[in-house]
């Protein structure tokens, strides 16, 4: 049986810009870029030495960011950008133990938005010498925020510097779909003076293209091992992406001793995959998500709580030990969003049995979309004479992987052992994921087992 | 490790002498013992008529040229570079870049005009060697002169010519050598490229960054300077010491995460050498990474310098589906892309490749790639849970 490793890093961090997977080595010194079957496709050497291990590797969609802890006490944490095929450190924060903070940390998350542009309404599709864009939603921006727009189909390492990029500055917010930023956009990637274009831009109105892209990031959040002036509980901390300044810190135990984070957002998308396009964010899931015993948590960066959990299968054979998930990174196309877990090993096949990766990282995977993940059965009365008339309501009770009841409309079909077919053969669930049918009673005595079975589990 | 004209042999300098070897079965075809004390030399490199050795000093490195004459390595050249206020030299590779043509017509005993093929290559004021001779009664004679004049078919030397040389004879000139060092000049954090003189051994230029620190294995091929950096054989523009082009090199050891030492490199007829300490290797026995390890020894593994199919990456969106479910229900199927690259990431047009799976069905089950070196297929999902293997194999 050939071993389940994939990328095979040797560091505990990565991430991935949907194509490839990335991983910061410290012993190498460089940005190394894997696909799925662990073949390198590039190594970027970095320009600044890294001494200490990475924890913690995040991709913006134009930016690498890098956590790593400091000998001695604090943190770092790195901004890195591909320029002519180096990994060039753009800035570097470095956070030192003071009397209140005590900084120690196995993760973070980049709070980032991947948008698109919109049709401009001002009678243009093009960018070329306009100050107000349309952008598919502006639900997160706020005047000072530097948007970076990139031809469609660049690729990563040509996102910095190149002419296929231009960054703006946002001077107001004017509707849901549009900004005024601080200057005319200059910007010429297509190198006809047009600027980037939205969906209709040289196309029909019926065929859309995927129009450019237009990437914000907005804070860093960091698990800190310690709350401040409180090490017996651990902290998010909100840190200003630009300046490195602490903004906020939100304390728990549930925020300690966390190893495996990124940043997640459910996005709306227009059209179907591969040409998904006009990018809005669904009732606003933004969310870090950390790794706790066997679950993820999802912490809403706009409700500020914890607001969903999902169960992942991290469980060793002995049905006890788990797998330690060293970082995350999340890939794949709405709906289908792929949750990777950075491990050194992992359990699987009948029986289950551990295969460990010694000191090489692999992933494995969660699927995020949500899936009938659970059904609890039951029976009122649960005891009927066979009288061959009396029934007794059949209850299925359908839930997904994070614990909430699936919503209406799933296909539940229904089987008993009698011999006679006497439940109700399908049903569909209520609003509250309930589906009912009814057992009739025969007329032997007999211990009757009656099954629910949804063949489509996707919700 | 360094190569000669002929390809068919590789030299190493150890234990005071220079090795020549077949390459093919190493077994030793000569050994010239140098003419001074040589100690351990780091690196070794041919310029088309010279070996140049790098040796590791207390505080800084020495760079020699040697000569091979009558089967004694004979010292022409020694510069020694000690760390001062300015730089701390400390280096383990580096490489001599050279130009090189033929003589187009006999050159005669007593002349300074040089007839060559391309005398575009040269510079006024390059020091150039001819030979070694093959005219009879001048056999194996080497002339070296300085050029002050040239047009489009000559070279003129300062000096006439010792000896007479044959049509097809090599004319050759560096001008520079290039070291890795671990410093900058001015700063200790970041490497660079220092640049000097070959002839003088005077320090003309540098180029500094990190990555051109702890380099180990580098060499001189086609104008290029190619030197190993990670996971990537980088190309830099002989003369401006501009990044030219990247190529992927699989040095990953057998866990397929550590990068191997790689301790030389040579370059010849579009092969790429690389000085290893083992050779790794995929098992399909096994169906595991596995390697053969050479002890205190090093051999040479080779990789091609032209495109050829490198990557296949195979993408499955979304690379988690539904199980194939009773009649009338949806079930779930993936979109496979096949993207095929040449060691350059170039993505390689036209290349045939043929899909299959340990389960379910891919269609279509063969196609040929597009011009971004695309193919695109389906697959459908299988009827119970499990993980399953989609391979595509470009013929």
């Known amino acids: 049986m050939a071993s389940r490793q994939n990328i095979r890093f040797s560091s505990p961090?990565?991430?991935?810009?949907?194509?490839?997977?990335?991983?910061?080595?410290?012993?190498?010194?460089?940005?190394?870029?894997?696909?799925?079957?662990?073949?390198?496709?590039?190594?970027?050497?970095?320009?600044?030495?890294?001494?200490?291990?990475?924890?913690?590797?995040?991709?913006?969609?134009?930016?690498?960011?890098s956590l790593e802890n400091r000998t001695g006490g604090g943190f770092i944490i790195r901004k890195w950008a591909i320029d002519?095929?180096?990994?060039?450190?753009?800035?570097?924060?470095?956070?030192?133990?003071?009397?209140?903070?005590?900084?120690?940390?196995?993760?973070?998350?980049?709070?980032?938005?991947?948008?698109?542009?919109?049709?401009?309404?001002?009678?243009?599709?093009?960018?070329?010498?306009?100050?107000?864009?349309?952008?598919?939603?502006?639900?997160?921006?706020?005047?000072?925020?530097?948007?970076?727009?990139?031809?469609?189909?660049?690729?990563?390492?040509?996102?910095?510097s190149s002419s296929y990029v231009e960054t703006a500055t946002v001077q107001t917010v004017l509707d849901t779909d549009t900004v005024r930023l601080t200057g005319l956009m200059t910007g010429d990637p297509y190198g006809d003076l047009k600027g980037f274009r939205g969906p209709s831009a040289a196309f029909s109105a019926t065929e859309h293209q995927p129009p450019d892209l237009v990437y914000v990031t907005k804070a860093l959040w960091v698990l800190n091992d310690n709350a401040p002036s409180d090490v017996t509980k651990g902290a998010m901390y909100k840190i200003n992406h630009k300046t490195g300044a602490n903004i906020v810190q939100y304390s728990g135990t549930q925020y300690k001793d966390i190893k495996g984070a990124t940043f997640y957002t459910k996005y709306v998308v227009a059209g179907s995959y591969p040409n998904q396009y006009n990018t809005t964010i669904s009732g606003n899931e933004q969310y870090v998500i950390f790794v706790s015993g066997s679950s993820v948590l999802f912490f809403n960066v706009y409700s500020l709580e914890i607001s969903k959990s999902l169960a992942i299968n991290n469980v060793k054979a002995d049905l006890t030990s788990l797998w330690v998930i060293y970082d995350m990174t999340v890939g794949g196309f709405e709906p289908n969003i792929t949750l990777y877990r950075?491990?050194?090993?992992?359990?699987?096949?009948?029986?289950?049995?551990?295969?460990?990766?010694?000191s090489t990282y692999s992933y494995e995977k969660t699927i995020l979309r949500r899936v009938v993940n659970s059904i609890a059965m039951t029976a009122e009365p649960t005891i009927l004479p066979a009288d061959g008339v009396s029934t007794s309501v059949i209850t299925a009770v359908v839930r997904d992987q994070y614990n909430n009841v699936a919503g209406s409309g799933v296909h539940v079909v229904w089987t008993d052992d009698s011999g006679g077919s006497r439940v109700t053969p399908t049903s569909d669930t209520n609003a509250f994921g309930v589906a009912y049918a009814t057992y009739t009673a025969g007329t032997i005595e007999d211990d009757i087992k009656i099954t629910a079975t949804i063949a489509n589990g996707l919700l | 490790m360094a190569s000669d004209r002929t390809n068919s042999y590789f030299y190493t300098a150890s234990g005071g002498a220079l090795y020549q070897k077949n390459k093919v079965?190493?077994?030793?075809?000569?050994?010239?013992?140098?003419?001074?004390?040589?100690?351990?030399?780091?690196?070794?490199?041919?310029?088309?008529?010279?070996?140049?050795?790098?040796?590791?000093?207390?505080?800084?490195?020495?760079?020699?040229?040697?000569?091979?004459?009558?089967?004694?390595?004979?010292?022409?050249?020694?510069?020694?570079?000690?760390?001062?206020?300015?730089?701390?030299?400390?280096?383990?590779?580096?490489?001599?870049?050279?130009?090189?043509?033929?003589?187009?017509a006999v050159a005669y005993i007593g002349s300074s005009t040089v007839p060559v093929i391309d005398s575009s290559i040269f510079n006024v004021g390059d020091e150039v060697v001819l030979?070694?001779?093959?005219?009879?009664?001048?056999?194996?004679?080497?002339?070296?002169?300085?050029?002050?004049?040239?047009?489009?078919?000559?070279?003129?030397?300062?000096?006439?010519?010792?000896?007479?040389?044959?049509?097809?004879?090599?004319?050759?000139?560096?001008?520079?050598?290039?070291?890795?060092?671990?410093?900058?000049?001015?700063?200790?954090?970041?490497?660079?490229?220092?640049?000097?003189?070959?002839?003088?051994?005077?320090?003309?230029?540098?180029?500094?960054g990190t990555i051109f620190s702890d380099v180990k294995a580098s060499c001189f091929y086609n104008d290029k300077i190619l030197f190993v950096k990670g996971n990537e054989l980088i190309y830099l523009s002989n003369g401006t010491m501009f990044l030219y082009r990247h190529m992927a090199i699989d040095n990953l050891g057998k866990d397929r995460a550590t990068t191997l030492n790689t301790y030389a490199i040579v370059a010849h007829s579009d092969v790429l050498y690389s000085l290893r300490d083992r050779?790794?290797?995929?098992?399909?026995?096994?169906?595991?990474?596995?390697?053969?390890?050479?002890?205190?020894?090093?051999?040479?593994?080779?990789?091609?310098?032209?495109?050829?199919?490198?990557?296949?990456?195979?993408?499955?969106?979304?690379?988690?589906?539904?199980?194939?479910?009773?009649?009338?229900?949806?079930?779930?199927?993936?979109d496979i892309t096949i993207h095929v690259l040449d060691q350059y990431r170039v993505p390689l047009?036209?290349?045939?490749?043929?899909?299959?799976?340990?389960?379910?069905?891919?269609?279509?089950?063969?196609?040929?790639?597009?011009?971004?070196g695309e193919i695109t297929a389906v697959y459908n999902g299988t009827t119970t849970e499990k993980m399953v293997e989609i391979t595509a194999t470009v013929v």
């Open chain 1, 13 to 65: 961090n990565f991430t991935t810009d949907g194509e490839y997977f990335y991983s910061l080595s410290s012993s190498g010194n460089a940005l190394q870029v894997k696909t799925d079957d662990g073949t390198t496709a590039f190594s970027y050497p970095c320009d600044t030495t890294i001494t200490n291990t990475v924890n913690s590797l995040e991709y913006d969609g134009v930016y690498f960011w």
């Open chain 1, 84 to 160: 002519a095929y180096v990994c060039k450190q753009i800035i570097a924060f470095t956070f030192t133990n003071t009397a209140v903070h005590t900084y120690s940390a196995n993760d973070f998350a980049v709070e980032h938005y991947s948008l698109s542009l919109k049709d401009n309404i001002h009678g243009s599709d093009y960018t070329y010498g306009q100050q107000d864009i349309n952008i598919s939603d502006t639900s997160m921006l706020a005047p000072g925020d530097t948007l970076t727009f990139v031809r469609k189909g660049t690729s990563t390492q040509n996102r910095y």
């Open chain 1, 342 to 358: 950075l491990q050194l090993g992992t359990t699987y096949g009948t029986p289950a049995a551990d295969e460990s990766w010694s």
């Open chain 2, 25 to 104: 079965n190493g077994n030793v075809v000569s050994l010239f013992p140098a003419n001074f004390t040589l100690g351990t030399v780091h690196s070794l490199q041919f310029d088309g008529v010279y070996y140049w050795t790098l040796e590791r000093q207390t505080s800084g490195v020495l760079i020699r040229k040697w000569e091979i004459v009558s089967g004694i390595l004979v010292q022409r050249s020694i510069f020694s570079y000690v760390s001062d206020a300015m730089i701390d030299y400390d280096a383990y590779s580096f490489s001599v870049d050279y130009v090189n043509t033929t003589l187009s």
């Open chain 2, 131 to 208: 030979g070694p001779s093959t005219y009879s009664g001048y056999t194996d004679k080497k002339h070296i002169g300085t050029i002050v004049s040239k047009d489009a078919t000559n070279i003129y030397l300062d000096v006439p010519l010792s000896y007479t040389f044959n049509v097809g004879n090599g004319v050759y000139c560096s001008r520079y050598f290039y070291l890795f060092n671990k410093y900058a000049p001015f700063t200790t954090s970041m490497g660079s490229l220092l640049r000097f003189n070959a002839s003088s051994g005077v320090l003309t230029s540098f180029s500094s």
């Open chain 2, 279 to 334: 050779y790794v290797f995929y098992d399909s026995g096994v169906d595991e990474w596995d390697e053969e390890v050479w002890s205190s020894q090093y051999n040479y593994v080779s990789s091609s310098l032209l495109s050829q199919v490198y990557f296949i990456e195979v993408k499955a969106t979304p690379d988690i589906i539904h199980v194939v479910s009773p009649p009338g229900v949806p079930t779930s199927t993936s």
């Open chain 2, 349 to 372: 047009s036209g290349k045939t490749v043929n899909l299959s799976t340990d389960e379910g069905t891919v269609v279509p089950i063969t196609g040929v790639t597009d011009s971004n």
